[in-house]
């Protein structure tokens, strides 16, 4: 899922702090401990999205009596759609408030989203470190920190509608990936899997959809390796699919892919903003070269758009 505000932030956090530490409540997934309108819940945080994504049971009746006939833009695996937006009286997370916030509202019965989002873009400072190793955010000023209990790369990325991508490989074919901790699932588009020659599963796409393969977005192709800064992950699967997402960021036809939690799960992911730099931190224990499992348990997530 994508989510992509018209004009973000409205309002301003309070003062730069110390180093900033948010448990995560899910293990291995962005899922921090938040307070909206006072009440307690929980948030995904989310580089794949620019704009707040608020349920709309949390909002007060005179936060929604300010939806304005500005819309927000959901991106989502199957198509897209609108969303109204409105000014969240307050947000708490962590040590740091908001007011009068810019968010979009959710309705359940719009959309089967069973969370709020919050973009990285909400926190003023220069780096969101993703310890998803030790289930933690941390966020700070300064450069990313060091980690003695990892192997560590380090990538330029680029920003399209201030969306994270960088450049990756595929059987030694280039191409571009979205980072994407809100997504659960990796996965590339058609012209990805074409150019680098990869191999249709059959049985495991069979066993993705059900018997029947006609009409379903999405396939299963086995991919010889995987390149992304100095990782190399071989021998693996996941889902091709078409998506409009590609088309409306502008990259038309080019050889495109996702990179989604069951990769940056195993690792730590160190977001710069202030130099633009990704930092991969894989842990000494892991292996160099990585499999990723098969899929036999269906696209999480890719049902909900």
């Known amino acids: 899922m994508v989510l992509i505000g018209l004009m ?3 309002a301003e956090a309070s003062q730069k702090r110390e180093t900033q530490v948010l448990e995560l409540i899910a293990e291995r997934r962005p ?4 307070n909206i309108n006072g009440t307690p819940t929980t948030a995904l945080i989310d580089t794949g999205a620019t704009i707040a994504l608020i349920d ?3 909002m007060s009746e005179s936060d929604l009596q300010s939806r304005a006939t500005q819309q927000t833009l959901i991106l989502g695996i199957g198509g897209q759609r609108y969303y109204p937006t409105a000014t969240l009286s307050k947000l708490d997370v962590g040590r740091e408030s908001w007011t009068d916030l810019k968010v979009a509202v959710n309705s359940m019965n719009r959309f089967p989203v069973t969370q709020s989002v919050l973009p990285i873009s909400l926190f003023d400072e220069d780096v969101v470190d993703f310890d998803f190793v030790n289930d933690r955010v941390l966020i700070y000023d300064g450069r990313p920190k060091r980690s003695r209990s990892g192997r560590r790369s380090t990538v330029k990325y680029t920003t399209e509608q201030r969306l994270i991508f960088i450049d990756v490989k595929i059987n030694g074919v280039k191409g571009k990936a979205l980072i994407d901790t809100g997504a659960d699932v990796s996965f590339a588009n058609p012209e990805f899997a074409a150019l680098s020659r990869a191999a249709l599963s059959i049985e495991d796409t069979q ?12 396939s299963v192709y086995t991919f010889r390796k995987f390149d992304f800064g100095n990782n190399r992950v071989e021998k693996f699967k996941f889902p091709v699919l078409r998506t409009e997402l590609f088309d409306h960021l502008g990259f038309g036809d080019g050889p495109m892919m996702v990179i989604g939690m069951d990769i940056l799960q195993n690792m730590r992911l160190q977001v710069d903003r202030e130099r633009q730099r990704l930092t991969f931190i894989v842990p000494r224990s892991q292996k160099r070269r990585q499999r990723v499992r098969p899929i036999d348990h269906g696209i999480a ?3 909900r758009f």
């Open 8 to 10: 973000y932030p409205a």
């Open 207 to 218: 066993r993705m959809r059900g018997s029947d393969l006609s009409n379903q977005i999405a």
């Open 56 to 58: 709309h049971d949390f």
């Open 301 to 303: 997530g890719f049902d």
């Open 31 to 34: 899922m921090a401990a938040v």
